[in-house]
């Protein structure tokens, strides 16, 4: 049997050279990868001898994160590596799952937010568009989750749709939008990621962008309450932190950027934390060209008073 790299696809992890030095010195250090994906951070963190706490929504992803540890690392705390321990869960439930595994006064807590290239090329997830004939689920934990994609598009009413597109896009095309997949559903319910697609084709927009990129990630916000999971989250993560411990989130959207950075100088402003990373950091251009989904990702770390 190949080693796991050769059977399983991986995300490929961003920005992880800057991740690691700002959590640095790491041998030891008790830190939370809330969003582990296939494990790709949690993986670089052990090798510097850390011990890991991974939570991870998707069971699908959590799976191949743990082969993939496992794989790499079968004895814990051995030739300066560190250790891990995975859980299943949502990332709003932080410190719930922390506390009760007692893993508090850690020395960090990394979310790397969005979703894995894996999922959204998984041919049945109906994350991409590049999956037409998937159905439109875009569930993240579809154990717990009731709703699907396209249920939000064929049950929600005009002025909701409105609001859940004004996640991504400008009030005009959000609305003509909203427009559009009433029209859509009153012929026939929208189910497949096609159905969506024909109602984006003549979408009206100033970005470079496919014209479904930006309706798409505005859906799948929503499917998964991923601001309102983010909002929830930063406190809880906060006060698992020791003081001096770092909390570092890589974001790939405004709608992001601007949850942490609020949550950022609020925490300033109490004199409660520092914010290390002015401006975010950005991935090298040499990242960006080995890893395009890199392009958006901006690294921001508050260091607790
Ligand atoms: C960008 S990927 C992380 C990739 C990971 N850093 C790696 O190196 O493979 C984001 C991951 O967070 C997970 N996720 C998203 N929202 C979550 C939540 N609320 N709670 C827990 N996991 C979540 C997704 O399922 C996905 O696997």
Redesign the pocket.
Known sequence: MGSLRNREK?????L?REVLDFFAPLKNARII????????????LIKEGAEVLG????GQ??EV?ARRLEDACPTPNQNGWGSFKLVK??????DIIATEIRYSDVDGV??????????LTSPNRGFSFSNPQAELDMR??PGSQGVRASDLLNGLRTDQLVSLFELTLKSGPAKWLAKGVIKSREQKPIKIVEDFLEVCKDLRTRSKLNKATLPFLALRMAV???LA??KE?LPEAFSLLKKGGRLSV?T?HSGEKKIVLDFFHEKKREEKGKILTDGGISPTSKEVDENPRARSAELWVLVKS
């Open positions: 991986i995300h490929n992890p961003v992880v990868d809330a969003t582990v994906g296939t494990g790709g951070h949690t993986l670089a939570i991870e929504a998707d992803m959590l994160a869960g949502n990332f709003r439930n932080i990394l979310f790397d937010l969005g979703v894995s290239n894996i999922q993240i934990d998964n309450s991923e999971n983010l989250a890589i790939f």
